[in-house]
């Protein structure tokens, strides 16, 4: 299976295929996320959490993004990738906002471009989209907004609030976007906006009836032991088997089980040659 374009996206949504997408911000987390046979790779701004060990993802810059797209790019050459516009890259203006999407392009050759919020980006989603650039929209829980929002909380629980959202969404695929991710909403709307659009409509923590699923590597491979998101399911617990490795390896190292002999390199002359060779030095 090639590597998809925004147009199999869309051709997925029509006939009904779940798209799978995932995070990653490294090299061997990409190659392993494109030998799985993952649609898409997200290289979040999460990466501020999960990676660089932030409270939250103010922090990141645009060039830690690049980098880890750079990565990325790197480990998982044949995967559709999409860079994570972080907080500051685009609210000054339409026009910084296009600057930095070039950026991932030109320096990353990523495929597409997320940023965070509805009516009050559709300006900065129109205009890069007429740069020539996918756009994701992403709406609900924004991480880059979530002192606004009173911190990590569901959103879109009540019908005003749903309204609004729904609103967001409209403006979202008017704008321009290709596509549309959703955070931490309930079901009963992720349903009703995935129907409304006609781009492909995502869901992380918002519920099955969309048009397919992204989940944060480190949740989901237990590896970011800071908290767990309701909405994510474990498939593994990475940070217990790294920790009892390292226990492991200290107690060898200690009781001198390691290196053994098949560690070590071994002298191609003779011991006598190199205890002259020692002695020489003494």
Same mark, same amino acid.
């Given at each position: =299976?090639?590597?998809k374009?925004?147009?199999?996206?869309?051709?997925?949504?029509?006939?009904?295929?779940?798209?799978?997408?995932?995070?990653?911000?490294?090299?061997?987390?990409?190659?392993?996320?494109?030998?799985? &046979?993952?649609? =898409?790779?997200?290289?979040?701004?999460?990466?501020?959490?999960?990676?660089?060990?932030?409270?939250?993802?103010?922090?990141?810059?645009?060039e830690?993004?690049?980098?880890?797209?750079?990565?990325?790019?790197r480990?998982?050459?044949?995967?559709?990738?999409?860079g994570d516009?972080?907080?500051?890259?685009?609210?000054?203006?339409?026009?910084?906002?296009?600057?930095?999407?070039?950026?991932?392009?030109?320096? $990353?050759n990523?495929? $597409?471009?997320?940023?965070? &919020?509805?009516?009050?980006?559709?300006?900065?989603?129109?205009?890069?989209?007429?740069?020539?650039?996918?756009?994701?929209?992403?709406?609900?829980?924004?991480?880059?907004?979530?002192?606004?929002? &009173?911190?990590?909380?569901?959103?879109?629980?009540?019908?005003?609030s749903?309204?609004?959202?729904?609103?967001?969404?409209?403006?979202?695929?008017?704008? &321009?976007?290709?596509?549309?991710?959703?955070?931490?909403?309930?079901?009963?709307?992720?349903?009703?906006?995935?129907?409304?659009?006609?781009?492909?409509?995502?869901?992380?923590?918002?519920?099955?009836?969309?048009?397919?699923?992204?989940?944060?590597?480190?949740?989901?491979?237990?590896?970011?032991?800071?908290?767990?998101?309701?909405?994510?399911?474990?498939?593994?617990?990475?940070?217990?088997?790294?920790?009892?490795?390292?226990?492991?390896?200290?107690?060898?190292?200690?009781?001198?089980?390691?290196?053994?002999?098949?560690?070590v390199?071994?002298?191609?002359?003779?011991?006598?040659?190199f205890?002259?060779?020692?002695?020489?030095?003494?």
């Amino acid at each position: =299976m090639g590597k998809k374009s925004i147009l199999d996206l869309h051709k997925m949504k029509k006939a009904g295929e779940k798209a799978t997408w995932v995070t990653a911000y490294d090299f061997p987390m990409a190659q392993f996320a494109q030998d799985a &046979g993952i649609d =898409m790779i997200l290289v979040g701004d999460s990466l501020g959490m999960v990676t660089l060990g932030y409270q939250g993802t103010v922090q990141v810059t645009m060039e830690d993004c690049i980098s880890h797209c750079q990565a990325v790019k790197r480990g998982a050459s044949k995967t559709f990738i999409i860079g994570d516009m972080p907080f500051g890259a685009y609210h000054e203006s339409d026009a910084q906002a296009v600057y930095n999407a070039v950026r991932f392009l030109k320096e $990353a050759n990523v495929d $597409a471009i997320k940023l965070e &919020g509805g009516l009050r980006v559709e300006s900065r989603i129109k205009a890069i989209s007429d740069a020539g650039i996918v756009v994701f929209g992403h709406i609900g829980l924004t991480p880059q907004s979530a002192g606004q929002l &009173g911190g990590f909380k569901a959103q879109g629980l009540y019908v005003d609030s749903a309204r609004e959202l729904i609103e967001d969404a409209i403006a979202i695929e008017k704008a &321009g976007a290709l596509a549309l991710l959703l955070e931490a909403v309930p079901p009963e709307l992720t349903e009703f906006i995935s129907n409304k659009l006609s781009i492909p409509v995502y869901s992380i923590g918002a519920g099955l009836p969309c048009d397919g699923q992204l989940i944060i590597c480190g949740d989901m491979l237990g590896m970011f032991q800071a908290f767990t998101p309701k909405f994510v399911k474990k498939y593994a617990n990475v940070a217990e088997i790294i920790t009892n490795a390292f226990k492991e390896y200290i107690e060898d190292v200690k009781t001198e089980k390691f290196p053994e002999d098949k560690h070590v390199y071994h002298i191609k002359d003779s011991l006598e040659d190199f205890e002259k060779l020692f002695d020489e030095f003494k």
